[in-house]
C-alpha cells in the first residue's frame, strides 16, 4: 500500500462527503478508493468512518486522523515545493489563468515563446471571464482585468486592455454613423454579459469611454447582450449592430474593412494586472513567467 496515496484519498472522501465524489476528483474508480480506505484501517486497525448505503460519519479516531493527514501531507508538500524552489531551472507545472479573449488572442500565442525558452514547464491554463481565487484553484498566477479587491497577492500593472467601437459598412449605410456617444441612444448596440460582480457588469446598459471632456457614460440598447466575444464579433460582422470589443478581436477586421472603427477620439480601456502570491513566487517556474509576462505586457 502507498500509505501517503491513502491518507490523500482518506482526506478527498472526507472532504466531498462520500467515496463516489472522492472517485471522481481522484480520477480513479469508486471501488480503488474503497480499497484505499480498507488497506488504511487495516493498517491502523482501527475504523475511520461509519459507512451505510446512504451516508458516511467520521469516527472519533477518523475525525483525529484526518487532521494529522492534513499535517503530514502538507509537510510532504512544503518539502517537495523546497526541493523545487532549489533548483535553478525552472521545472514542473504552472498553472496560469486569464480572461478568455485576451488569454486566446494574445497570450497563447505568446506561451510558444515563453516553452521555448523554459521547456521543463508544462502549462496548465484556465481561461474564464470569471475571477477565480488563486489560492482555492490552485492557480499561480492571474491575468486580472478592471479593478482590483484588497488583496494580500502582489498585483503588477501591465497595460491597459483597450477596446474599439465598431460596426460593419452594411450596419453604417443601413442606419447611419455615430459621431458623438449621444447619437449611440438611436443604434443597435450589442452588448457582452459581464458576470456579477465585475466592474463592468452595468456595461450591458451603459458603455463608459474617455474623451477630450473626461468620462462618457451613455445608455444604450440592442437586439443581443451575449456572454462571448466571439459571439459579439460574428454578429457585428454580420451588420447586426454596433460592438465595443477589444483590440485584439478585431484588429485584422479593421485592417481588412470588414468592420469600422467609430468614435477615435473617445478611448475605450480598462486596467489590467498580474497577480501572484508573494510566497510562491520562489518557485523558478513562477518568477521567470513574471519575467515573462512583465516584457511582452508590463506597463513602463
Known sequence: MDLFQAMTVYV?????GSM???????????????????????RLGVRLLHRTTRRQRLTEFGTAYYQRCLEVLGLVADSERLAEQSQDTPTGTLRITAPLTFGTERLAPALSEFTLQY?????DVVLTNGRPDLLENGLDVAFRLGALEPTNLIARPLIDYTLTM????????????????????HHDCLSFAYPVGDDWHSVGKQWRM?????????TVSGPMVINSSA???????TGMGVVMLPDALVEQDLRDGK????????????????????DRYRLPKLRRFVDFAMQMWGKH
Open 119 to 123: 521547456p521543463q514547464v508544462k502549462l
Open 12 to 16: 478527498r472522501v472526507v472532504e466531498t
Open 231 to 237: 459571439g459579439l464579433h460574428q454578429a457585428a460582422r
Open 259 to 278: 468592420l469600422v472603427a467609430l468614435m477615435p477620439d473617445f478611448q475605450l480601456s480598462r486596467p489590467m494586472s498580474l497577480l501572484y502570491a508573494q
Open 166 to 185: 465598431c460596426a460593419s459598412k452594411d450596419y453604417l449605410a443601413r442606419r447611419g454613423t455615430p459621431t458623438k456617444p449621444e447619437d449611440l441612444q
Open 20 to 42: 463516489t465524489a472522492a472517485a471522481q476528483q481522484g480520477d480513479m474508480s469508486t471501488t480503488m478508493v474503497g480499497n484505499h480506505l480498507r488497506a488504511l484501517e487495516q
Open 210 to 218: 474617455s474623451g477630450p471632456e473626461g468620462e462618457v457614460m451613455v
